[in-house]
């Protein structure tokens, strides 16, 4: 069945440092690929997502890029702010989506 | 936007009593979903429905039940609530089309406790 790996955290970084989070998945056929955001105490929200190979999703300075030939669809951002501190979820599949088990990201001022 | 609301933000129940979690959506949605979360496991699929009176296990349904009698509100079902049942319980819906995966939209969650 379709599968998501993600890096596991957590993931501490310094306000304004490069974000990066890995994301393979293996899935059938060519699934659009989500990653989710969830702040503490609140439900998953959608944070950006791409529908096919090599389609560049991105929402609030975050951007992530479909790779069919590495099945891959890592999560980046520039430079990070307390506020992206949360946790993040990679997803994919038909319905209903498989999660991977989320990336806890903490950024200190 | 679409929203998906949750009955209760948090809730504490007995052991042995039985709990009934609603989830209603405004989009017209034609799926919608029982996750439980739980740290260091991720989120774990309870039941899903695609349709009006239809439902489907997922990885984890032994203790649950569901219902959805209206196209709009999926209720999760606790039989006889035990502690191990203790989690945060999130619902989702989205649309379908085609067969294609569209994106999922959650509820705030329910954080229920059971002593």
């Known amino acids: 069945g379709d599968s998501v790996t993600q890096m596991e955290g957590p993931v501490t970084l310094s306000e304004e440092a490069f974000l990066t989070i890995n994301c393979t998945y293996t899935a059938t056929g060519y699934p659009s690929l989500f990653w989710y955001v969830q702040y503490p105490g609140e439900g998953l929200q959608l944070l950006l997502k791409a529908t096919k190979a090599d389609d560049k999703g991105s929402n609030k300075g975050f951007e992530a890029t479909y790779r069919k030939e590495t099945t891959s669809f890592h999560l980046e951002k520039g430079s990070v702010q307390v506020s992206d501190s949360a946790v993040y979820f990679c997803a994919t599949g038909n319905t209903p989506l498989v999660f991977g088990k989320g990336t806890r990201l903490s950024v200190i001022a | 936007d679409v929203k998906v609301t949750q009955s209760s933000r948090y809730l504490v129940k007995r052991t042995g009593e039985k709990v009934f979690l609603e989830c209603v959506q405004d989009?017209?949605?034609?799926?919608m979903f029982w996750y439980r979360q739980d740290p260091g496991l991720g989120l774990r699929l309870i039941y899903f429905s695609y349709d009006v009176k239809m439902k489907e296990k997922g990885d984890i349904p032994e203790g649950y039940s569901v219902s959805r009698e209206k196209k709009e509100r999926f209720s999760l079902i606790l039989e006889s609530a035990s502690t191990n049942q203790t989690s945060m319980y999130l619902c989702?819906?989205?649309?379908?089309?085609?067969?294609?995966?569209?994106?999922?939209?959650f509820g705030p969650g329910t954080r229920l406790t059971v002593t």
């Open positions: 989009m017209d949605h034609e799926n």
């Open positions: 989702a819906s989205s649309f379908t089309s085609g067969g294609l995966s569209y994106e999922q939209y």
